[in-house]
Nanobody, 115 residues
Framework: QLQLVESGGGSVQPGGSLRLSCASSGDTLDYYSMGWFRQAPGKQRELVATIIRGGSANYADSVKGRFTISRDNAKNTVYLQMNSLKPEDTAVYYC?????????WGQGTQVTVSS
């Protein structure tokens, strides 16, 4: 069964950058569409970015131009490069993998943007 582990979260000042990683085990990511979601305190989980098997990516309007999702199938890893971070980006970020209607989730990594 596919397992996902996120890393790379932390605390950063506004305008800073972080790169999140999502490493998988138990299966190859070649067959999965991948995504990043986030959930801020008291808010619903929201989609941040997705990337399909062919590499085409989509982003939430709130992160377009600042975040970049990428995948390295050889390393079974998906990345989320986050630039120009804002306080409103503060949340727990979750990696997800989906295939034929089944979704797998990581445990999440905290990102805090504060001065």
């Amino acid at each position: 069964q596919l397992q996902l582990v996120e890393s790379g979260g932390g605390s950063v000042q506004p305008g800073g950058s972080l790169r999140l990683s999502c490493a998988s085990s138990g299966d190859t990511l070649d067959y999965y569409s991948m995504g990043w979601f986030r959930q801020a305190p008291g808010k619903q989980r929201e989609l941040v970015a997705t990337i399909i098997r062919g590499g085409s990516a989509n982003y939430a309007d709130s992160v377009k131009g600042r975040f970049t999702i990428s995948r390295d199938n050889a390393k079974n890893t998906v990345y989320l490069q986050m630039n120009s971070l804002k306080p409103e980006d503060t949340a727990v970020y979750y990696c997800t993998a989906s295939r034929i209607g089944i979704a797998y989730w990581g445990q999440g990594t905290q990102v805090t943007v504060s001065s």
